[in-house]
Protein backbone atom coordinates (compact mmCIF):
# COMPACT_ATOMS: atom_id res chain seq x y z
CA UNK A 1 0.00 0.00 0.00
CA UNK A 2 1.52 3.52 -1.41
CA UNK A 3 1.09 6.39 0.76
CA UNK A 4 -0.46 6.49 4.18
CA UNK A 5 -3.60 5.83 5.04
CA UNK A 6 -3.71 7.59 8.43
CA UNK A 7 -3.65 10.49 5.69
CA UNK A 8 -6.81 9.37 4.75
CA UNK A 9 -6.41 9.27 0.92
CA UNK A 10 -3.80 6.28 -0.02
CA UNK A 11 -3.23 3.97 -2.61
CA UNK A 12 -4.15 -0.05 -2.14
CA UNK A 13 -5.65 -3.05 -3.87
CA UNK A 14 -9.13 -3.06 -4.41
CA UNK A 15 -11.21 -5.95 -6.60
CA UNK A 16 -7.40 -6.87 -8.10
CA UNK A 17 -6.73 -3.93 -9.52
CA UNK A 18 -4.81 -0.44 -7.90
CA UNK A 19 -7.03 1.86 -6.59
CA UNK A 20 -7.25 5.24 -4.81
CA UNK A 21 -8.90 4.90 -1.50
CA UNK A 22 -10.83 7.19 0.93
CA UNK A 23 -11.14 5.98 4.55
CA UNK A 24 -14.49 7.11 5.68
CA UNK A 25 -13.44 5.48 9.35
CA UNK A 26 -16.40 3.67 10.24
CA UNK A 27 -17.27 0.29 10.59
CA UNK A 28 -19.47 -1.50 8.13
CA UNK A 29 -22.07 -1.43 10.67
CA UNK A 30 -21.79 2.26 11.36
CA UNK A 31 -21.23 2.86 7.14
CA UNK A 32 -24.63 1.43 6.65
CA UNK A 33 -26.39 3.82 9.89
CA UNK A 34 -24.68 7.19 8.46
CA UNK A 35 -26.27 6.86 4.87
CA UNK A 36 -23.45 8.26 2.94
CA UNK A 37 -24.41 6.49 -0.54
CA UNK A 38 -24.80 9.95 -1.87
CA UNK A 39 -21.00 10.43 -2.06
CA UNK A 40 -21.28 7.98 -4.76
CA UNK A 41 -22.30 10.35 -7.15
CA UNK A 42 -19.76 12.66 -6.39
CA UNK A 43 -17.06 13.77 -8.95
CA UNK A 44 -13.14 14.49 -8.70
CA UNK A 45 -11.42 15.96 -11.50
CA UNK A 46 -8.23 15.50 -13.14
CA UNK A 47 -6.58 17.86 -15.38
CA UNK A 48 -3.37 17.90 -17.28
CA UNK A 49 -4.15 20.43 -20.77
CA UNK A 50 -8.16 19.77 -20.14
CA UNK A 51 -10.16 18.76 -17.65
CA UNK A 52 -11.42 15.14 -17.39
CA UNK A 53 -14.07 13.52 -14.86
CA UNK A 54 -12.97 10.99 -12.28
CA UNK A 55 -16.06 9.18 -10.71
CA UNK A 56 -15.95 6.68 -7.57
CA UNK A 57 -16.50 3.53 -8.61
CA UNK A 58 -17.69 1.86 -5.40
CA UNK A 59 -16.66 0.65 -1.27
CA UNK A 60 -14.88 -1.75 0.36
CA UNK A 61 -14.13 -3.15 3.29
CA UNK A 62 -10.49 -2.46 4.15
CA UNK A 63 -8.67 -3.37 7.18
CA UNK A 64 -12.32 -2.42 9.66
CA UNK A 65 -13.28 0.27 7.67
CA UNK A 66 -15.87 1.20 4.41
CA UNK A 67 -13.50 2.54 1.98
CA UNK A 68 -15.21 4.52 -1.02
CA UNK A 69 -12.51 4.01 -4.24
CA UNK A 70 -11.78 4.41 -7.97
CA UNK A 71 -9.39 4.15 -10.61
CA UNK A 72 -5.85 4.91 -9.18
CA UNK A 73 -3.97 8.22 -9.92
CA UNK A 74 -0.32 7.94 -9.82
CA UNK A 75 0.79 11.08 -7.83
CA UNK A 76 1.51 12.62 -4.73
CA UNK A 77 -0.44 14.62 -2.19
CA UNK A 78 0.68 18.40 -2.74
CA UNK A 79 0.54 18.86 1.15
CA UNK A 80 3.11 15.96 1.31
CA UNK A 81 5.52 17.26 -1.28
CA UNK A 82 5.04 20.81 0.31
CA UNK A 83 7.51 19.66 3.26
CA UNK A 84 10.32 18.87 0.94
CA UNK A 85 13.12 21.77 1.27
CA UNK A 86 14.56 21.90 -2.13
CA UNK A 87 12.53 23.71 -5.68
CA UNK A 88 9.90 20.33 -6.11
CA UNK A 89 7.48 22.25 -3.84
CA UNK A 90 7.78 25.25 -6.03
CA UNK A 91 6.76 23.07 -9.03
CA UNK A 92 4.03 21.32 -7.52
CA UNK A 93 2.40 24.65 -6.88
CA UNK A 94 3.38 26.37 -9.99
CA UNK A 95 1.40 23.11 -11.72
CA UNK A 96 -1.50 23.94 -9.12
CA UNK A 97 -1.70 26.83 -9.76
CA UNK A 98 -1.74 26.08 -13.55
CA UNK A 99 -4.38 23.25 -13.47
CA UNK A 100 -6.57 25.95 -11.61
CA UNK A 101 -6.45 28.46 -14.39
CA UNK A 102 -7.40 25.42 -17.29
CA UNK A 103 -10.59 25.04 -14.28
CA UNK A 104 -11.52 28.54 -14.46
CA UNK A 105 -11.20 28.65 -18.40
CA UNK A 106 -13.09 25.17 -18.66
CA UNK A 107 -15.95 25.46 -15.90
CA UNK A 108 -15.74 27.93 -12.80
CA UNK A 109 -18.92 25.99 -11.72
CA UNK A 110 -16.15 23.04 -10.97
CA UNK A 111 -14.52 24.93 -7.76
CA UNK A 112 -17.38 24.39 -5.54
CA UNK A 113 -17.49 20.60 -5.72
CA UNK A 114 -12.98 19.62 -5.63
CA UNK A 115 -10.90 20.02 -2.86
CA UNK A 116 -8.74 23.15 -2.88
CA UNK A 117 -6.74 22.56 0.32
CA UNK A 118 -3.14 20.12 -0.50
CA UNK A 119 -4.21 17.57 1.14
CA UNK A 120 -6.98 16.54 -1.21
CA UNK A 121 -4.68 17.20 -4.06
CA UNK A 122 -2.46 14.77 -5.83
CA UNK A 123 0.13 15.93 -8.09
CA UNK A 124 1.67 13.39 -11.05
CA UNK A 125 5.22 12.94 -12.13
CA UNK A 126 3.92 14.00 -15.40
CA UNK A 127 2.26 17.29 -14.34
CA UNK A 128 -1.09 15.95 -13.85
CA UNK A 129 -3.10 17.33 -11.13
CA UNK A 130 -6.01 15.52 -9.16
CA UNK A 131 -8.60 17.10 -7.15
CA UNK A 132 -10.64 14.73 -4.61
CA UNK A 133 -14.42 15.68 -4.58
CA UNK A 134 -14.78 18.28 -1.96
CA UNK A 135 -17.67 16.40 -0.07
CA UNK A 136 -15.56 12.81 0.03
CA UNK A 137 -12.09 14.45 1.22
CA UNK A 138 -13.48 16.64 4.13
CA UNK A 139 -15.28 13.86 5.29
CA UNK A 140 -12.36 11.72 5.32
CA UNK A 141 -10.53 14.57 7.66
CA UNK A 142 -13.28 15.31 9.96
CA UNK A 143 -13.90 11.74 11.30
CA UNK A 144 -10.59 11.68 12.92
CA UNK A 145 -9.91 14.88 15.26
CA UNK A 146 -11.25 18.38 15.22
CA UNK A 147 -7.76 19.42 15.16
CA UNK A 148 -6.71 17.95 12.25
CA UNK A 149 -9.62 18.88 10.41
CA UNK A 150 -8.88 22.63 10.97
CA UNK A 151 -5.31 22.02 9.81
CA UNK A 152 -5.81 19.78 6.95
CA UNK A 153 -8.82 21.71 5.96
CA UNK A 154 -10.14 24.80 7.60
CA UNK A 155 -6.74 26.52 7.74
CA UNK A 156 -7.19 26.61 3.92
CA UNK A 157 -10.16 27.59 2.87
CA UNK A 158 -11.69 31.33 3.24
CA UNK A 159 -15.11 30.58 5.03
CA UNK A 160 -17.29 33.22 2.50
CA UNK A 161 -15.29 32.92 -0.47
CA UNK A 162 -16.69 31.01 -3.43
CA UNK A 163 -15.42 30.27 -7.43
CA UNK A 164 -12.05 31.49 -8.44
CA UNK A 165 -11.48 33.90 -5.52
CA UNK A 166 -11.95 30.76 -3.24
CA UNK A 167 -9.26 28.89 -5.33
CA UNK A 168 -7.34 32.54 -5.51
CA UNK A 169 -7.12 32.30 -1.59
CA UNK A 170 -6.11 29.05 -0.96
CA UNK A 171 -3.14 29.18 -3.85
CA UNK A 172 -2.14 32.20 -1.65
CA UNK A 173 -2.08 31.08 1.26
CA UNK A 174 -0.04 27.67 0.02
CA UNK A 175 2.59 30.26 -1.71
CA UNK A 176 2.45 31.91 1.56
CA UNK A 177 3.31 29.01 3.77
CA UNK A 178 6.15 27.92 0.93
CA UNK A 179 7.94 31.40 0.73
CA UNK A 180 7.65 32.39 4.51
CA UNK A 181 7.39 28.80 6.48
CA UNK A 182 4.60 30.15 8.63
CA UNK A 183 1.01 29.50 7.79
CA UNK A 184 -1.17 32.92 6.76
CA UNK A 185 -3.56 32.38 9.96
CA UNK A 186 -1.89 30.24 12.27
CA UNK A 187 -3.99 28.11 14.92
CA UNK A 188 -2.69 27.62 18.17
CA UNK A 189 -2.56 23.53 18.87
CA UNK A 190 -3.84 24.19 22.53
CA UNK A 191 -6.69 26.06 21.51
CA UNK A 192 -10.21 24.18 22.32
CA UNK A 193 -11.06 23.30 18.88
CA UNK A 194 -14.51 25.38 18.72
CA UNK A 195 -12.69 28.71 19.61
CA UNK A 196 -9.97 27.89 17.19
CA UNK A 197 -12.46 27.61 14.29
CA UNK A 198 -14.09 30.48 15.25
CA UNK A 199 -10.95 32.79 15.69
CA UNK A 200 -9.76 30.83 12.09
CA UNK A 201 -12.47 32.23 10.59
CA UNK A 202 -12.70 35.72 11.82
CA UNK A 203 -9.00 36.25 11.22
CA UNK A 204 -10.04 35.05 7.78
CA UNK A 205 -12.93 37.52 7.19
CA UNK A 206 -11.00 40.43 8.76
CA UNK A 207 -7.63 39.77 6.64
CA UNK A 208 -5.79 39.58 9.78
CA UNK A 209 -2.93 38.43 8.88
CA UNK A 210 0.99 39.47 9.05
CA UNK A 211 2.37 40.11 5.83
CA UNK A 212 4.62 37.75 4.05
CA UNK A 213 6.98 41.12 4.21
CA UNK A 214 7.12 40.96 7.89
CA UNK A 215 7.20 36.99 7.73
CA UNK A 216 10.11 36.31 5.00
CA UNK A 217 12.08 40.22 5.08
CA UNK A 218 13.98 38.76 2.06
CA UNK A 219 11.03 38.16 -0.60
CA UNK A 220 10.43 39.62 -3.55
CA UNK A 221 8.33 43.43 -2.95
CA UNK A 222 6.22 42.19 -6.11
CA UNK A 223 5.32 38.88 -4.21
CA UNK A 224 4.67 40.03 -1.03
CA UNK A 225 2.41 42.93 -2.30
CA UNK A 226 0.06 40.43 -4.42
CA UNK A 227 -0.27 37.68 -1.47
CA UNK A 228 -1.18 40.71 1.11
CA UNK A 229 -3.50 41.97 -1.81
CA UNK A 230 -5.24 38.19 -1.88
CA UNK A 231 -5.17 37.10 1.53
CA UNK A 232 -5.43 40.47 3.83
CA UNK A 233 -6.68 43.42 1.39
CA UNK A 234 -7.45 46.96 3.32
CA UNK A 235 -10.06 47.35 0.32
CA UNK A 236 -11.51 45.07 -2.05
CA UNK A 237 -8.38 44.00 -4.88
CA UNK A 238 -8.70 42.62 -8.35
CA UNK A 239 -5.92 40.69 -7.82
CA UNK A 240 -6.61 36.89 -8.63
CA UNK A 241 -5.59 33.36 -9.66
CA UNK A 242 -4.32 34.53 -13.05
CA UNK A 243 -2.02 37.83 -11.41
CA UNK A 244 -0.62 34.87 -9.06
CA UNK A 245 0.07 31.95 -11.80
CA UNK A 246 2.07 34.55 -13.92
CA UNK A 247 3.75 36.18 -10.94
CA UNK A 248 5.33 32.52 -9.83
CA UNK A 249 5.49 31.03 -13.68
CA UNK A 250 5.24 28.37 -15.61
CA UNK A 251 6.16 24.68 -13.87
CA UNK A 252 9.73 24.58 -13.56
CA UNK A 253 10.30 28.17 -15.10
CA UNK A 254 11.67 29.05 -12.03
CA UNK A 255 13.36 28.14 -8.47
CA UNK A 256 12.86 29.36 -4.90
CA UNK A 257 16.22 31.39 -4.96
CA UNK A 258 14.63 33.57 -7.80
CA UNK A 259 11.87 34.99 -5.71
CA UNK A 260 14.77 36.25 -2.26
CA UNK A 261 16.31 39.36 -2.31
CA UNK A 262 19.83 38.54 -1.65
CA UNK A 263 21.85 42.20 -0.59
CA UNK A 264 19.19 44.78 -0.88
CA UNK A 265 17.95 46.36 2.73
CA UNK A 266 14.52 46.86 2.71
CA UNK A 267 14.50 48.27 6.82
CA UNK A 268 12.17 51.32 5.71
CA UNK A 269 9.81 49.15 4.59
CA UNK A 270 9.98 46.87 7.33
CA UNK A 271 9.34 49.87 9.95
CA UNK A 272 6.70 50.85 7.64
CA UNK A 273 4.93 47.49 7.26
CA UNK A 274 5.49 47.07 11.15
CA UNK A 275 3.70 49.93 11.78
CA UNK A 276 0.92 49.34 9.47
CA UNK A 277 0.39 46.04 11.43
CA UNK A 278 0.32 47.57 15.01
CA UNK A 279 -2.35 50.04 13.24
CA UNK A 280 -4.56 47.03 11.51
CA UNK A 281 -4.49 44.96 15.02
CA UNK A 282 -6.05 47.81 16.68
CA UNK A 283 -8.25 48.39 14.27
CA UNK A 284 -9.79 45.05 14.13
CA UNK A 285 -9.34 44.47 17.65
CA UNK A 286 -11.79 47.20 18.59
CA UNK A 287 -14.22 46.33 16.11
CA UNK A 288 -14.42 42.53 17.50
CA UNK A 289 -14.86 44.28 21.03
CA UNK A 290 -17.85 46.35 19.62
CA UNK A 291 -19.60 43.75 18.11
CA UNK A 292 -18.76 41.06 20.46
CA UNK A 293 -20.26 43.09 23.69
CA UNK A 294 -22.39 46.09 21.33
CA UNK A 295 -25.73 44.29 23.05
CA UNK A 296 -24.10 44.57 26.83
CA UNK A 297 -23.29 47.97 25.87
CA UNK A 298 -26.61 49.67 24.91
CA UNK A 299 -28.67 47.23 27.31
CA UNK A 300 -29.03 50.54 29.73
CA UNK A 301 -29.70 53.17 26.49
CA UNK A 302 -33.21 54.31 27.34
CA UNK A 303 -35.71 54.34 24.67
CA UNK A 304 -35.36 57.89 23.88
CA UNK A 305 -31.72 57.29 22.49
CA UNK A 306 -33.00 54.11 20.64
CA UNK A 307 -33.65 55.74 17.21
CA UNK A 308 -30.10 57.63 17.45
CA UNK A 309 -28.25 54.24 17.81
CA UNK A 310 -29.87 52.40 14.86
CA UNK A 311 -28.81 56.01 12.86
CA UNK A 312 -25.93 55.43 14.08
CA UNK A 313 -25.34 52.00 13.44
CA UNK A 314 -26.67 51.98 9.67
CA UNK A 315 -23.93 54.97 9.38
CA UNK A 316 -21.08 52.81 10.75
CA UNK A 317 -22.33 49.57 8.80
CA UNK A 318 -21.59 51.48 5.30
CA UNK A 319 -18.64 50.41 5.01
CA UNK A 320 -19.70 47.10 5.84
CA UNK A 321 -22.26 46.30 3.04
CA UNK A 322 -22.46 43.12 1.85
CA UNK A 323 -22.14 42.82 -1.68
CA UNK A 324 -22.88 40.32 -4.70
CA UNK A 325 -19.26 39.76 -5.77
CA UNK A 326 -18.70 36.21 -6.39
CA UNK A 327 -22.56 35.52 -7.02
CA UNK A 328 -24.26 34.27 -9.59
CA UNK A 329 -27.20 36.33 -11.44
CA UNK A 330 -30.01 33.40 -9.68
CA UNK A 331 -27.99 33.60 -6.45
CA UNK A 332 -27.84 37.92 -6.68
CA UNK A 333 -31.72 37.26 -7.28
CA UNK A 334 -32.56 34.78 -4.63
CA UNK A 335 -30.67 37.36 -2.25
CA UNK A 336 -32.65 40.39 -3.31
CA UNK A 337 -35.83 38.45 -2.33
CA UNK A 338 -34.65 36.58 0.93
CA UNK A 339 -34.02 40.22 2.13
CA UNK A 340 -37.50 40.90 2.23
CA UNK A 341 -38.08 38.81 5.43
CA UNK A 342 -34.89 39.66 7.32
CA UNK A 343 -35.52 43.44 6.45
CA UNK A 344 -32.18 43.36 5.29
CA UNK A 345 -32.29 46.88 3.13
CA UNK A 346 -28.34 46.96 2.94
CA UNK A 347 -28.45 43.37 1.14
CA UNK A 348 -31.19 44.48 -1.22
CA UNK A 349 -29.44 47.93 -2.24
CA UNK A 350 -25.96 45.76 -3.28
CA UNK A 351 -28.07 43.15 -5.32
CA UNK A 352 -29.52 46.28 -7.28
CA UNK A 353 -27.78 49.51 -9.70
CA UNK A 354 -29.87 52.51 -11.38
CA UNK A 355 -32.12 52.88 -9.15
CA UNK A 356 -33.92 49.04 -9.69
CA UNK A 357 -35.95 48.05 -6.38
CA UNK A 358 -36.22 51.84 -4.69
CA UNK A 359 -39.76 51.24 -3.43
CA UNK A 360 -38.91 48.05 -2.42
CA UNK A 361 -35.60 48.98 -0.76
CA UNK A 362 -37.78 52.26 0.76
CA UNK A 363 -40.66 49.90 2.01
CA UNK A 364 -38.34 47.19 3.85
CA UNK A 365 -36.29 50.10 5.27
CA UNK A 366 -38.88 52.05 6.51
CA UNK A 367 -40.44 48.75 8.47
CA UNK A 368 -36.60 48.28 9.46
CA UNK A 369 -36.65 51.21 11.62
CA UNK A 370 -40.23 51.16 12.90
CA UNK A 371 -40.07 47.77 14.45
CA UNK A 372 -36.39 48.16 16.11
CA UNK A 373 -37.95 51.55 17.96
CA UNK A 374 -41.13 49.42 18.82
CA UNK A 375 -39.02 46.70 19.85
CA UNK A 376 -36.92 48.69 22.08
CA UNK A 377 -39.91 50.00 24.42
CA UNK A 378 -42.52 46.78 24.02
CA UNK A 379 -39.69 44.54 24.02
CA UNK A 380 -41.26 41.86 21.53
CA UNK A 381 -41.06 40.84 18.67
CA UNK A 382 -43.18 43.76 16.37
CA UNK A 383 -42.55 41.81 12.44
CA UNK A 384 -42.55 38.40 11.72
CA UNK A 385 -41.85 37.34 7.73
CA UNK A 386 -44.31 35.05 6.52
CA UNK A 387 -42.34 32.18 6.13
CA UNK A 388 -41.47 32.01 9.85
CA UNK A 389 -45.44 32.26 10.56
CA UNK A 390 -46.53 29.95 8.18
CA UNK A 391 -44.38 27.43 9.96
CA UNK A 392 -45.47 27.86 13.73
CA UNK A 393 -49.06 27.14 12.45
CA UNK A 394 -50.29 30.81 11.30
CA UNK A 395 -51.41 31.62 14.85
CA UNK A 396 -52.71 35.08 15.50
CA UNK A 397 -50.69 37.62 16.57
CA UNK A 398 -50.80 41.28 16.99
CA UNK A 399 -47.44 41.49 14.85
CA UNK A 400 -46.75 43.18 11.52
CA UNK A 401 -47.17 40.18 8.86
CA UNK A 402 -44.05 40.96 5.89
CA UNK A 403 -42.16 39.24 3.68
CA UNK A 404 -42.88 36.25 1.05
CA UNK A 405 -43.19 33.19 0.50
CA UNK A 406 -43.24 30.48 -2.49
CA UNK A 407 -40.11 32.19 -4.23
CA UNK A 408 -39.77 30.49 -7.74
CA UNK A 409 -36.74 31.88 -9.75
CA UNK A 410 -36.82 30.64 -13.61
CA UNK A 411 -33.89 31.49 -16.21
CA UNK A 412 -34.88 33.26 -18.87
CA UNK A 413 -31.70 34.16 -20.86
CA UNK A 414 -28.66 32.34 -21.45
CA UNK A 415 -25.64 33.27 -18.14
CA UNK A 416 -22.12 34.46 -19.61
CA UNK A 417 -19.66 31.68 -18.76
CA UNK A 418 -17.23 34.37 -18.95
CA UNK A 419 -19.14 38.14 -18.77
CA UNK A 420 -17.77 41.12 -20.24
CA UNK A 421 -18.76 44.73 -19.13
CA UNK A 422 -22.19 45.44 -19.75
CA UNK A 423 -23.19 41.87 -20.23
CA UNK A 424 -26.82 41.17 -19.35
CA UNK A 425 -29.21 38.36 -18.34
CA UNK A 426 -32.89 37.82 -17.63
CA UNK A 427 -34.44 35.59 -14.65
CA UNK A 428 -38.03 35.49 -14.03
CA UNK A 429 -39.25 35.86 -10.48
CA UNK A 430 -42.60 34.60 -8.96
CA UNK A 431 -43.53 35.12 -4.91
CA UNK A 432 -46.33 35.73 -2.98
CA UNK A 433 -46.15 38.87 -1.09
CA UNK A 434 -47.26 39.21 1.95
CA UNK A 435 -48.04 43.26 3.82
CA UNK A 436 -50.46 45.39 5.89
CA UNK A 437 -53.32 47.08 4.17
CA UNK A 438 -52.86 50.73 4.37
CA UNK A 439 -55.75 52.41 6.39
CA UNK A 440 -57.71 55.04 5.07
CA UNK A 441 -58.20 58.15 7.50
CA UNK A 442 -61.44 56.83 9.13
CA UNK A 443 -58.88 53.87 10.18
CA UNK A 444 -60.95 51.34 8.32
CA UNK A 445 -58.70 49.73 5.77
CA UNK A 446 -60.27 49.20 2.12
CA UNK A 447 -62.49 46.30 1.76
CA UNK A 448 -61.34 45.44 -2.15
CA UNK A 449 -59.01 42.56 -2.97
CA UNK A 450 -57.89 39.27 -0.63
CA UNK A 451 -57.24 40.47 2.85
CA UNK A 452 -57.39 38.74 6.64
CA UNK A 453 -56.96 40.48 9.99
CA UNK A 454 -54.36 38.39 12.20
CA UNK A 455 -56.57 39.60 15.10
CA UNK A 456 -55.49 38.21 18.66
CA UNK A 457 -59.28 37.82 19.09
CA UNK A 458 -59.97 35.77 15.79
CA UNK A 459 -57.63 32.23 16.29
CA UNK A 460 -57.69 31.33 12.63
CA UNK A 461 -55.37 27.98 10.98
CA UNK A 462 -54.20 30.02 8.14
CA UNK A 463 -54.94 33.05 6.06
CA UNK A 464 -55.69 32.38 2.97
CA UNK A 465 -57.45 34.61 0.51
CA UNK A 466 -59.63 32.05 -0.35
CA UNK A 467 -61.19 30.89 2.91
CA UNK A 468 -64.48 32.70 4.13
CA UNK A 469 -64.83 33.87 7.42
CA UNK A 470 -66.85 31.85 10.04
CA UNK A 471 -70.43 33.19 10.15
CA UNK A 472 -70.58 35.15 13.96
CA UNK A 473 -73.41 34.75 16.16
CA UNK A 474 -75.80 37.32 17.13
CA UNK A 475 -75.17 38.63 20.60
CA UNK A 476 -78.25 38.00 23.46
CA UNK A 477 -80.90 40.91 22.92
CA UNK A 478 -80.64 41.57 26.79
CA UNK A 479 -77.32 42.65 26.57
CA UNK A 480 -76.31 45.89 24.73
CA UNK A 481 -74.16 45.43 22.06
CA UNK A 482 -70.71 46.89 22.72
CA UNK A 483 -69.34 49.50 19.83
CA UNK A 484 -67.58 48.56 17.39
CA UNK A 485 -63.73 48.91 17.74
CA UNK A 486 -60.78 49.28 15.29
CA UNK A 487 -58.65 46.69 14.67
CA UNK A 488 -55.15 46.90 16.27
CA UNK A 489 -53.42 46.25 13.22
CA UNK A 490 -54.37 46.66 9.39
CA UNK A 491 -56.03 43.51 7.59
CA UNK A 492 -52.99 41.14 6.32
CA UNK A 493 -52.92 41.38 2.29
CA UNK A 494 -51.20 38.57 -0.17
CA UNK A 495 -50.55 39.93 -3.35
CA UNK A 496 -49.34 37.71 -6.18
CA UNK A 497 -46.37 38.71 -7.85
CA UNK A 498 -43.83 38.31 -11.11
CA UNK A 499 -40.92 40.34 -11.78
CA UNK A 500 -38.79 40.02 -14.92
CA UNK A 501 -35.06 40.85 -13.73
CA UNK A 502 -32.68 42.44 -15.85
CA UNK A 503 -29.49 41.30 -14.31
CA UNK A 504 -25.99 43.70 -15.51
CA UNK A 505 -22.50 42.73 -15.27
CA UNK A 506 -21.26 45.87 -14.19
CA UNK A 507 -16.96 46.06 -13.68
CA UNK A 508 -16.71 42.46 -11.49
CA UNK A 509 -20.30 41.85 -10.36
CA UNK A 510 -23.58 41.16 -11.45
CA UNK A 511 -26.20 43.48 -10.23
CA UNK A 512 -29.85 43.89 -11.04
CA UNK A 513 -30.49 47.09 -13.09
CA UNK A 514 -33.99 46.77 -13.89
CA UNK A 515 -37.24 44.85 -12.32
CA UNK A 516 -40.55 45.05 -14.76
CA UNK A 517 -43.06 43.48 -12.37
CA UNK A 518 -46.52 42.38 -12.65
CA UNK A 519 -49.76 41.43 -10.22
CA UNK A 520 -52.21 39.01 -10.32
CA UNK A 521 -53.86 40.90 -7.52
CA UNK A 522 -54.68 44.77 -7.20
CA UNK A 523 -51.86 46.37 -6.35
CA UNK A 524 -51.33 48.76 -3.17
CA UNK A 525 -49.84 51.57 -2.30
CA UNK A 526 -46.63 49.17 -0.92
CA UNK A 527 -44.15 49.56 -3.98
Excluded at 214 to 238: G, H, N, Q, W, Y
Excluded at 385 to 406: C, V
Excluded at 417 to 429: R, S
Excluded at 434 to 462: L, W
Aim: aromatic share 8%; glycine share 6%; proline share 8%.
Amino acid sequence: MEGSESEGIFHFEAEGQRALGFDTGLTPQAFAKARLGSLMTIQGIIVDTAVHSWNIDGTVEHQGHMVFYGKDFKGESLEQILNRSDDTPLYALQRYLKALTIISKTDQSLFEQISLFPAGVLIAADGSVFFAPAALAKRVFEYKTPQLFIRKVLQWLHPDKTGPDAAAFTAAAIAYRLFTGTFPFPVSEDTEPEKAKEHLVQDMRDGFCKSAMLAAPRLLPEVTALLDSILCPEKDSPKGLEDLAALLGEPGSKGLADFYKDVESRETELEEQKRNHKRREFRIGTQRFLKKYKYALIAGVGTALALVIIIQSIISDQQKRPTTRGLAPLQVAEAYYRAFNTLDHQMMDACVAQGAGKGDIEAVMNLFVISRVREAYERKTTVLDPETWKSQGSPATDATIFGITDLNLQQRTEIPGQPEQGATCQIEATYAFYYPEPQNEMGHTPSTGPSVTPSATEARPALSPELPSAPQSEPPQSEPTPPPSPAPHPALRIEKRKDILTLEWMRDRWRIAAIERTSATPQSDIP
